[in-house]
């Protein structure tokens, strides 16, 4: 019985881990990442790579440093904040639910984009639909078994049919490689959206606070977290170049895809170019997959910072909470009159200019608040990049604010 036990308990740790390296995955490789992708290689060309490989490094630096203070401290990011400076947690918290909101609008549009090329439904029916289908998920008493089953066979879903769509766009991999680290144009407004868009706001926590509900805390579990979230970067960096390159062999070849307009999918266009009626299909599965995994990530770890506010509402009250959120996001991006593509390069926008705020916090708890953290010693190289990441984030998004409130005309 003892041995059944250690085996199942070995299992669930496996499963939880693979939860939490798909959920940062696939709410970092969500819809406003693909149509971001597809609008910005449009506009920039190979010249987009650097900030493909910009946008990873600063991933490495906030998951590693973030995951690790979260499970070592064994509290949530508010609740860490709030301890090491009295009301900022209070502040993190309203600003990751806002931006949370503002991504969980932009993802059901996503989904709406979705079912659009892959059923020609219309936009908002197909994103009102897929938010309920949410709800539904939220609603079962087996939520949680639901959304990492979910999770990870979406994630692996959209991994191979986005490779597919790469081969056949045949892209020009010689000078993508020159520019991924020799770029013709560096723009600041880009990669603070795709890093915001990837790494920004709820995106951060997410993983970590899904790794912390698990139970694998302290530092017998560094490892195992460092593993994780290592992996995790590898997935989300491998699958942002890899769609990358797949609209860059579209656009190469001459095609020009419309990034304007109402009802503007430019990432569509491209799936269609490269293979036709089915790239366009297999678009629409992959966004939509995209999509409704991202508004399950947001949802979720959104109403995980609601315990600053209420900390004994209990799973339970937290799943109600998320269905609420859903909902208000739902009826949000229904009211909106904005185009869905324009909706997803605000969110990330938005969320790259508030990120700065909770990696600083961080950071200052890694460098002088190691009572948190028991007798951990805080690796002082991870620090120091830290620091350097976040002086970069900051100067990015004060650069960056007048283009990304642009993206809808604010």
Known sequence: MQAQTTGEFARSRRSSLLAAIFLMATSAIGPGFITQTATFTANMGAAFAFGILASILIDFVVQLNVWRIVTLTRMRASDIANAAIPGSGYLLAVLVIFGGLVFNVGNIAGAGLGLNALMGLDTKWGGGLSALLAIGIFMSHRAGVAIDRLIVVLGVLMIVLTLFVAFASNPPLG??????????????????????????????????????????????????????????????????????????GVVASGVVIDTSGQGANPAAQAFQAAAGDLGLRTFGLV?????????????????????????????????????????????????????????????????????????????????????????YHYPRWLLVVGAITCILTWYMAIKSVGPILAFVNL
């Open 175 to 248: 000078e993508a490689l020159r520019q991924t680290v020799l770029p013709d144009e560096i723009n600041f407004a880009t990669i603070t959206t795709i890093v915001g868009g990837t790494v920004g706001g709820y995106i951060t926590y997410a993983g970590a606070h899904r790794l912390l509900d698990r139970g694998l805390v302290g530092k017998e579990h560094v490892g195992e977290v460092t593993r994780a979230a290592l992996s995790g970067i590898a997935v989300t960096g491998v699958m942002r170049y890899v769609l990358f390159l797949a609209i860059l």
């Open 287 to 375: 966004l939509w997959c995209a999509a409704i995994t991202s508004v399950i990530g947001a949802a979720y770890t959104s109403m995980s910072f609601i315990t600053t506010f209420k900390p004994g509402i209990g799973e339970r009250g937290r799943n109600l909470a998320t269905v609420g959120f859903i909902a208000v996001s739902m009826s949000v991006y229904l009211a909106l009159g904005t185009a869905p593509a324009a909706l997803l390069l605000f969110a990330g926008g938005f969320n790259g200019l508030i990120l700065p705020i909770g990696l600083t916090i961080f950071i200052y708890v890694g460098w002088r608040r190691s009572d948190l953290m028991g007798d």
